[in-house]
């Protein structure tokens, strides 16, 4: 009890301090569902667009206020598959936690490796650079094939998160300050214990933005990798049902549900750099 | 009297791109065991890079460097070194960037921990022990360089420029510290600085270097009895010959850039 006071007073003072830019995206945020709302109003020919013609499609933008009855409903009622939104979050999030952690296994030490050898940036950026432009979604078809539908999506998403880690690892093990291993080696630190004990310290800021943009676009790739079905169902899965049935209000709840899920999840992986840093002392 | 580092002529040719440069060219030098020797000369001289060499960062391209008569072949803890840039780990608390050398050689952490307290003692930072660079001013920042350097138990002491971006002031007091902790840890010195007035303070020998490619130009014997005053005639007699030496170098180095060759 204590301890929620405790949170809500630091929520309260970080809210009190910040107030203007608080105001500020609370407006962006309206602004955004306003625009929704009046395109949404312009296509229905309802107020304040009365006297126009209905659209035939105005049925693929229903209003903000009925997708979020559906977003509620969602998680309350089984859709045609027999899953509560619930537990395609919980499937979502899952994927995209092992294909994070697969992501961060592969690519902090390729990275590490790229940045400071001359032969690993020779073997390894033929290949990344080729890699790294192809939509997931192309690899879909042959990874539900070959990879079949537990581990394909996982691997999709792989892919989407794997690249910006590794790249902005390589950036931060490249710019490592040339001096600090003068002072390393000065000190009687072997190669491995330069590696260990400087260049990866060094590169943990930019491994932390790499992760922060890495889930966003693992978040992008949660539709393509789920779009043909996934063990377990999961929210872009969802959004493809419904779609291919016609139910956009639903799919709509989907999109919201997977805006919310990036924004908590870059949100957890925000307050872990500020932690990190505080513990680093380099902030 | 033992000699500590032998630079036996010592030469070294850069080259970028096909461009050579001789930034060394039969450097001369020795120095003796509980030394304090300043480098000094005007810039580009390769003050830096003899020490370097000696602190086996760089490659020479010819002749010997010898530290007890072991030669230089590459980095090592015995050689101790202190950067002008602090060089400090961002990430790491004044204990641990102390502790780093014993780190990497392995020590259990009671003994890290016995040595680091002893140096934090020495140089003056204690109550700073779980304080992370960022938050220390620069002097501070260059004690900690000291002590790390000191950690090692090196026989020599390298130090490239050390208070070269402190005020005025937090030089001389540096200078001060540096003096008493010499003294008391009775190492041999090799002092990189483009100051006179450093140098006549702190040197048992000032070494004058020529322009590029840098040499020996003269050896000065300080000779001044510590603690050294500043305003006292002797401090101001060594400091107007050194000066002379040094005003005719940089003359020539600036004959050069106006025609090179």
Same mark, same amino acid.
């Given at each position: 009890m204590i301890r929620m006071q405790k949170i809500m007073k630091i929520l309260r003072n970080v809210i009190l301090q910040n107030w203007k830019q608080v105001l500020l995206s609370g407006a962006s945020l309206v602004l955004l569902v306003t625009v929704w709302w009046l395109y949404s109003a312009l296509l229905h020919g309802?107020?304040? %667009?009365?006297g126009r013609e209905r659209v035939? %499609?105005?049925?693929?933008v229903p209003y903000p206020w009925v997708v979020v009855q559906v977003f509620i409903d969602s998680f309350q009622h089984q859709d045609a598959s027999g899953l509560y939104m619930g537990e395609h979050v919980v499937a979502s999030l899952k994927r995209i936690s092992t294909g994070f952690v697969l992501a961060l296994a592969v690519a902090v030490p390729a990275g590490l490796l790229m940045g400071r050898s001359k032969a690993a940036h020779a073997v390894g950026s033929p290949i990344v650079e080729l890699l790294?432009?192809?939509?997931p979604l192309a690899w879909v078809p042959i990874f539900l094939v070959v990879f079949k539908f537990f581990w394909g999506p996982i691997l999709i998403v792989f892919l989407g998160i794997v690249f910006p880690i590794l790249l902005n690892v390589r950036l931060g093990a490249r710019s490592v300050d040339p001096v600090l291993i003068d002072a390393a080696r000065t000190l009687g630190a072997r190669r491995s214990q330069i590696f260990l004990k400087v260049v990866f310290p060094y590169t943990i800021p930019y491994l932390m933005t790499g992760i922060k943009v890495g889930l966003g676009i693992g978040w992008m790739c949660i539709v393509a990798a789920e779009m043909l079905g996934a063990v377990g169902g999961g929210v872009g899965y969802y959004i493809f049902l419904t779609a291919g049935s016609s139910l956009y209000t639903k799919m709509y709840a989907g999109i919201v549900t997977i805006g919310l899920l990036s924004v908590l999840t870059t949100g957890v992986a925000g307050l872990f750099e500020r932690w990190i840093n505080k513990w680093m002392g380099t902030r | 009297m033992k000699t500590c580092i032998r630079i036996d002529c010592l030469s070294k040719v850069f080259s970028d791109n096909g461009r050579t440069v001789n930034? $060394? *060219?039969?450097f001369q030098l020795d120095v003796m065991d509980g030394e304090f020797v300043c480098l000094l000369g005007? +810039?580009?001289?390769g003050k830096t890079t003899v020490l370097r060499i000696v602190a086996g960062l760089e490659s020479k391209t010819s002749g010997d460097v010898a530290v007890y008569g072991r030669p230089v072949q590459s980095s090592g803890p015995e050689r101790g070194m202190v950067f002008q840039e602090f060089a $400090?780990?961002?990430?790491?608390?004044v204990r641990r960037n102390i502790e780093f050398g014993l780190e990497v050689k392995g020590l259990p952490e009671e003994k890290r921990a016995k040595i680091s307290r002893s140096l934090i003692e020495l140089v003056g930072?204690?109550?700073? =022990? *779980?304080?992370?660079?960022? =938050? $220390? +001013?620069g002097g501070m920042k260059q004690r900690v360089g000291i002590a790390r350097a000191l950690a090692n138990d090196p026989a020599v002491l390298l130090m490239d =420029?050390?208070?070269? +971006? $402190?005020d005025a002031q937090t030089r001389n007091l540096m200078q001060r510290e540096l003096l008493r902790i010499w003294q008391a840890t009775k190492k041999t010195i090799l002092f990189v600085t483009h100051s006179v007035d450093e140098a006549v303070f702190l040197a048992d020998r000032i070494v004058v270097m020529t322009a590029?490619?840098?040499? #020996?130009?003269e050896i000065i014997e300080?000779? #001044?009895?510590?603690?050294? *005053?500043?305003?006292s005639k002797e401090f101001i007699s060594v400091r107007g010959k050194v000066l002379a030496e040094l005003d005719e170098e940089f003359e020539k180095a600036r004959a050069k850039e106006i025609s090179p060759d």
């Amino acid at each position: 009890m204590i301890r929620m006071q405790k949170i809500m007073k630091i929520l309260r003072n970080v809210i009190l301090q910040n107030w203007k830019q608080v105001l500020l995206s609370g407006a962006s945020l309206v602004l955004l569902v306003t625009v929704w709302w009046l395109y949404s109003a312009l296509l229905h020919g309802d107020w304040p %667009f009365e006297g126009r013609e209905r659209v035939d %499609f105005a049925e693929y933008v229903p209003y903000p206020w009925v997708v979020v009855q559906v977003f509620i409903d969602s998680f309350q009622h089984q859709d045609a598959s027999g899953l509560y939104m619930g537990e395609h979050v919980v499937a979502s999030l899952k994927r995209i936690s092992t294909g994070f952690v697969l992501a961060l296994a592969v690519a902090v030490p390729a990275g590490l490796l790229m940045g400071r050898s001359k032969a690993a940036h020779a073997v390894g950026s033929p290949i990344v650079e080729l890699l790294r432009p192809i939509p997931p979604l192309a690899w879909v078809p042959i990874f539900l094939v070959v990879f079949k539908f537990f581990w394909g999506p996982i691997l999709i998403v792989f892919l989407g998160i794997v690249f910006p880690i590794l790249l902005n690892v390589r950036l931060g093990a490249r710019s490592v300050d040339p001096v600090l291993i003068d002072a390393a080696r000065t000190l009687g630190a072997r190669r491995s214990q330069i590696f260990l004990k400087v260049v990866f310290p060094y590169t943990i800021p930019y491994l932390m933005t790499g992760i922060k943009v890495g889930l966003g676009i693992g978040w992008m790739c949660i539709v393509a990798a789920e779009m043909l079905g996934a063990v377990g169902g999961g929210v872009g899965y969802y959004i493809f049902l419904t779609a291919g049935s016609s139910l956009y209000t639903k799919m709509y709840a989907g999109i919201v549900t997977i805006g919310l899920l990036s924004v908590l999840t870059t949100g957890v992986a925000g307050l872990f750099e500020r932690w990190i840093n505080k513990w680093m002392g380099t902030r | 009297m033992k000699t500590c580092i032998r630079i036996d002529c010592l030469s070294k040719v850069f080259s970028d791109n096909g461009r050579t440069v001789n930034a $060394l *060219d039969g450097f001369q030098l020795d120095v003796m065991d509980g030394e304090f020797v300043c480098l000094l000369g005007p +810039s580009g001289c390769g003050k830096t890079t003899v020490l370097r060499i000696v602190a086996g960062l760089e490659s020479k391209t010819s002749g010997d460097v010898a530290v007890y008569g072991r030669p230089v072949q590459s980095s090592g803890p015995e050689r101790g070194m202190v950067f002008q840039e602090f060089a $400090l780990f961002p990430w790491r608390t004044v204990r641990r960037n102390i502790e780093f050398g014993l780190e990497v050689k392995g020590l259990p952490e009671e003994k890290r921990a016995k040595i680091s307290r002893s140096l934090i003692e020495l140089v003056g930072l204690k109550g700073f =022990e *779980d304080t992370h660079p960022k =938050e $220390l +001013s620069g002097g501070m920042k260059q004690r900690v360089g000291i002590a790390r350097a000191l950690a090692n138990d090196p026989a020599v002491l390298l130090m490239d =420029e050390p208070f070269g +971006s $402190l005020d005025a002031q937090t030089r001389n007091l540096m200078q001060r510290e540096l003096l008493r902790i010499w003294q008391a840890t009775k190492k041999t010195i090799l002092f990189v600085t483009h100051s006179v007035d450093e140098a006549v303070f702190l040197a048992d020998r000032i070494v004058v270097m020529t322009a590029r490619p840098g040499k #020996v130009r003269e050896i000065i014997e300080v000779g #001044v009895p510590r603690p050294r *005053d500043r305003t006292s005639k002797e401090f101001i007699s060594v400091r107007g010959k050194v000066l002379a030496e040094l005003d005719e170098e940089f003359e020539k180095a600036r004959a050069k850039e106006i025609s090179p060759d």
